[in-house]
């Protein structure tokens, strides 16, 4: 990596921090470790670091906690990891903005294929500055957001209305996991209990239109029973 990244890594399994450091620097990055909550927190607001490596179960609080004080006043990526298998965790640590997240024990190039993506995606939203009559584009796939129009390979996609607003979210978040009671929240407003089967059915479509194939590099990552990542 040419910039030298900063990465806060709060996790209290000495090792395991130790293991996350050495693999951090590998890869050209500065890693600042962090034992606990009330260290991370400090080190947080002292170091302004590039990304966050979140362990959720910490000795004096727990890491959704520090979440929440980090997204108070900033985006910086934060990638949860979790010896929980509890998806609800992993659901309530992305509904409050994490990025991503790792579930331990995970192996060395997981965990550093996510960091790369979170750093790469970060820099692009900087760098696009979010207008919202601007266009996104990913491998072929083109969203003209002033147009409302969407090509693959320079053809139209025709949408409907919803899939359009699922597909032009969801690129606006690309990179991040975002979980279904968000999509629903910002596409219609308000759940119900049917709500999740009728975001399936629109994402089943948009997948379908875009061309997505089992087994494939899609635009759009199913994370069962969590969300959707572009
Ligand atoms: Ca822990």
């Known amino acids: 990596m040419s910039h030298k990244y900063k ?8 090792h395991i921090n130790n293991l996350i450091g050495t693999l951090l620097e590998a890869d050209g990055c ?24 979140l362990d959720l179960g910490l000795p004096d609080g727990d890491g959704i906690g520090l979440l929440r004080e980090v997204r108070k006043d900033s985006l910086v990526p ?9 998806e609800a965790d992993k659901v309530e640590a992305l509904d409050l903005g994490a990025n991503d997240y790792v579930t331990k024990p995970f192996s060395s190039a997981e965990l550093m294929a996510r960091v790369r993506s979170a750093l790469r ?4 939203h900087t760098g696009a500055g979010g207008s ?11 969203i003209d957001y002033g ?17 359009y607003d699922i597909l032009s979210y969801l690129s606006r978040c690309s990179g991040k996991v975002v979980t279904y009671n ?11 209990s049917g709500s999740i089967k009728k975001l399936q059915v629109n ?7 875009l061309g997505a194939e089992p087994g494939k590099k899609n635009y759009i990552q199913n994370e069962l029973g969590i969300g959707y990542r572009m």
């Open 30 to 53: 500065q890693a600042v470790p962090a034992r606990n909550f009330s260290n991370g927190k400090m080190l947080y607001l002292s170091h302004r670091p590039d990304l966050i490596i």
């Open 147 to 163: 147009a409302r129009q969407v090509f693959i390979d320079q053809a139209e996609i025709r949408l409907t209305h919803t899939e």
């Open 78 to 86: 934060v990638i949860v990891l979790s010896a929980r298998v509890d």
């Open 182 to 192: 968000t999509i629903i929240k910002e596409i219609w407003g308000y759940s119900d």
């Open 203 to 209: 994402m089943a479509n948009i997948r379908k239109k």
């Open 121 to 124: 995606t970060a820099a692009l």
């Open 7 to 14: 990465i806060l890594v709060v996790e209290d399994d000495y």
């Open 132 to 142: 919202p009559d601007g266009v996104f584009a990913l491998d072929g796939l083109v």
